[in-house]
């Protein structure tokens, strides 16, 4: 017998069918009788809404005794069923009702069961489906249950922080963080979140909750939506994320790989999204985040050995980390093993810690690129057999395949990775980076959280690639490394398919040449100088300034498991400054004349860029000089002072009378550097000096910038 639900029970046994089918009925009748209770505004009746209520919240858990694989699709079709029945419209009724009318007697705070057990059941319900589907969570947000949530906990978690031995609060509030934490899983529900910015003013005054699933729900949130600048702020208290460490360390160290509610995996993950937050990296292993990693990296199961490796990647990228990260000999041979292991992900995660720290770095052929000049559309024959590389995350593939499909048809070679990926992923993006012309970055959330997207642009950026950033989300603004890496680069829109045509028509007259094929290019040429003016010329858009705060990590709903870039591997940061302005060897972008529908990437945000460190000899081509955003200051400066040694820098720094202790092992290069950024981007300079140096002595400030100047 055909169902509507053979999609999910596929070749299930007849009897175990039939049984889920039975159940569904009645079900279905259910949320029949809910919704037209609702449509009448009987929304609390207690002879046709609570035993509605009561049957869909109850239904939900009768087959937990059955095989793994049956309850899922039993689960399942329940929720098809109270998707296509309406049931989500009508639960998120009575909830608001019952918010709406209160539970708690003005007089005393006493609970009125009338309108507590409703609500109670609704939100049982919903923590069920948030937990069970991204779908659930989505519809959820968009029927408005945030704001029901955030009327909860701003109402109840104050009676909570009070006496958690409350109840009916310690309940509400449990509830509420648990559908919220549910829905922080999956990308397109945590960019609903986010845009609501409910942490200052709903979860400020619970923080002070010490029961632990409340907490570690509260930190976790916190850590999936926060953007770098408010996580800098809630987490200044080591105590929020020693907590989290600590009961890592709890279920890593136990035979059933678990703390209270959370198994070691999921604490994994939680930490995993702490670090993505650059202030929080250090903090980790100062909590004593590494021994548990390390615990599960070689004791744990497949998922918790790759969910190690990936946070390990992710805390990989600071530098004071490394250099604790380094000696643990045990840990470097562990991920060297499991690097040459079968499986996809954990290869992956392992190769990226390991070039991170620079312990292992591709053998491959290096790409020799030829210079470029100017900022415009002149390259010379050798960079047009290059390619245009597409670096996404893989939420964005949809939209960067018709983006590619379109370059394509202009002639362009272009690299992404549905096409040429294969063998070892580092390998093959160290080749693609050193290959292109000019590199399209599509700039999300979840492409800044990404470690495999991070590790590849910071390689297009050590190498000095023209990056062209398109911008697809609304709300977001770059910022952390991301925002560092990109400065005030001008970005294409692709927001809507409104923008399309016009967003690629800019793109391409920004590309110009670079990546085109050769007898495309010549073709071109042949025509006459108004026609291919003509083609070439995008629509004008006004370009306006979008301001410089910073804002926001992985739940990927589409292959793999984890957000993964296209080429999924990467070196480490560069020595220079990340946020660096452009070269004074080609004439920098005028401000005054950007890219057709293109807006400014925000200005250098205030998270301080982690400590340089420099690529592998073997992956880099010293040849190149491409055009590219930011690039380096050096060429036409003094050769003797580039090549400084370690002595030449503690001499000059000596001459002028400043402590050579504050700069550490700076090098000869990076002076150079340093002049060159403060004479581009001043305002950055200065922050830099002193977040990361800590200058702020004004008397060493101006010998050091005075004999800067003189390093000619």
């Known amino acids: 017998m055909t169902t509507k639900f053979d999609d999910i029970l596929g070749d299930m046994d007849v009897n175990t069918k039939g049984k889920i089918l039975v159940k569904q009925q009645k079900y279905e009748e259910s949320v029949d009788k809910l919704r037209l209770a609702v449509e009448k505004g009987d929304l609390n009746s207690e002879e046709t809404t609570r035993p509605a209520l009561f049957t869909i919240a109850n239904m939900y858990t009768q087959m937990n005794k059955e095989k793994k694989e049956v309850k899922a699709k039993y689960k399942k079709v329940l929720l098809r069923t109270f998707l296509d029945g309406k049931g989500h419209n009508s639960v998120l009724s009575v909830m608001k009702f019952c ?85 922080c899983l999956h990308s397109e529900s945590r960019d609903i979140i986010r845009e609501a910015n409910i942490v200052d003013v709903f979860f400020r005054p619970i923080l002070g909750i010490t029961s632990e699933a409340p907490r570690t729900y509260i930190i976790f949130i916190m850590a999936y ?71 599960l990296l070689t004791n744990g199961d497949m998922k918790e050995k790759t969910a190690a490796a990936e946070t390990l990647w992710v805390l990989a990228f600071h530098d004071e980390n490394k250099k604790e990260i380094l000696p643990c000999t045990d840990l470097i041979e562990e991920l060297k093993k499991l690097k040459d292991g079968d499986d996809c992900r954990i290869k992956t995660a392992c190769e990226g810690v390991l070039w991170v720290l620079q312990e292992q770095s591709p053998t491959q052929e290096q790409v020799t690129t030829a210079s470029v000049s100017g900022s415009g559309n002149h390259v010379n024959e050798a960079q047009m057999e290059q390619h245009v590389m597409i670096s996404y995350q893989w939420n964005s593939q949809p939209l960067m395949i018709k983006i590619k499909d379109r370059l394509k048809a202009e002639g362009y070679n272009v690299w992404m990775d549905v096409e040429h990926m294969g063998g070892s992923t580092l390998a093959a993006m160290a080749a693609a980076v050193e290959n292109a012309a000019a590199i399209i ?118 292959p793999p498991e984890s957000p993964q870039s296209l ?56 040849s190149e000089s491409p055009q590219s955003v ?83």
């Open 441 to 558: 970055m599509c700039m999300t959330p979840e492409y800044k959280d990404s470690p495999n997207c991070r590790t590849e642009a910071e390689y297009a950026f050590q190498l000095r690639k023209t990056i062209v950033p398109v911008k697809t989300t609304k709300c977001f603004k770059p910022d952390g490394w991301l925002g560092m890496l990109l400065g005030a680069k001008f970005y294409f829109e692709f927001e809507d398919d409104d923008s399309f045509k016009s967003s690629t028509k800019a793109l391409i007259k920004e590309l110009g040449q670079r990546g085109r094929k050769a007898t495309s290019v010549r073709k071109r040429r042949g025509k006459s100088s108004r026609k291919a003016k003509q083609e070439a010329e995008p629509e004008i858009k006004r370009v306006t300034d979008v301001d410089a705060p910073p804002s926001s990590p992985e739940s990927s709903q589409s």
């Open 99 to 183: 918010v709406e009318h209160g539970w708690r007697n003005t007089d005393d705070d006493s609970v009125d069961d009338e309108y507590w057990k409703p609500f109670n059941t609704s939100i049982t319900t919903w923590w069920n489906f948030t937990d069970l589907s991204g779908q659930a969570c989505e519809t959820a947000l968009n029927g408005g249950i945030l704001q029901i949530l955030c009327q909860v906990i701003e109402r109840e978690g104050p009676l909570y922080v009070k006496d958690e031995d409350n109840k009916t609060a310690g309940r509400a509030v449990r509830s509420s963080l648990a559908c919220i934490y549910n829905c």
């Open 225 to 295: 939506t926060l953007n770098e600048e408010q996580s800098e702020r809630f987490f200044a208290d080591e105590g929020l994320i020693s907590y989290i460490v600590g009961r890592l360390a709890k279920a890593a160290s136990n035979d059933k790989h678990k703390d209270g509610g959370y198994t070691a995996l999921e604490l994994t993950e939680g930490v995993k999204r702490l670090a993505v937050n650059d202030s929080n990296k250090i903090q980790i292993l100062k909590a004593g985040g590494l021994s548990p990693l390390q615990t």
């Open 630 to 712: 930011p690039e380096s200051p050096v060429e036409g400066k003094p050769r003797d002072t580039v090549d400084w040694q370690d002595k030449d820098v503690e001499k000059w720094l000596n001459d002028i009378g400043v402590d050579k202790t504050v700069f550490g092992s700076i090098t000869g290069e990076q002076l150079v550097y340093l002049k060159g950024l403060r004479k581009e981007a001043p305002e950055f300079f200065y922050h830099y000096m002193e977040t990361y140096y800590k200058v702020v002595n004004l008397a060493q400030l101006m010998k050091f910038t005075k004999a800067l100047d003189k390093l000619d």
């Open 567 to 622: 080429p999924e591997s990467p070196p480490s940061v560069p020595e220079s400054p990340p946020s660096v302005p452009e070269s004074s060897q080609s004439p920098p972008e005028s401000p005054t004349s950007p890219p057709e529908s293109s807006q400014r990437v925000p200005e250098s945000p205030k998270s301080v860029p982690e400590s340089p460190s420099s690529v592998p000899e073997s992956s880099l081509s010293h």
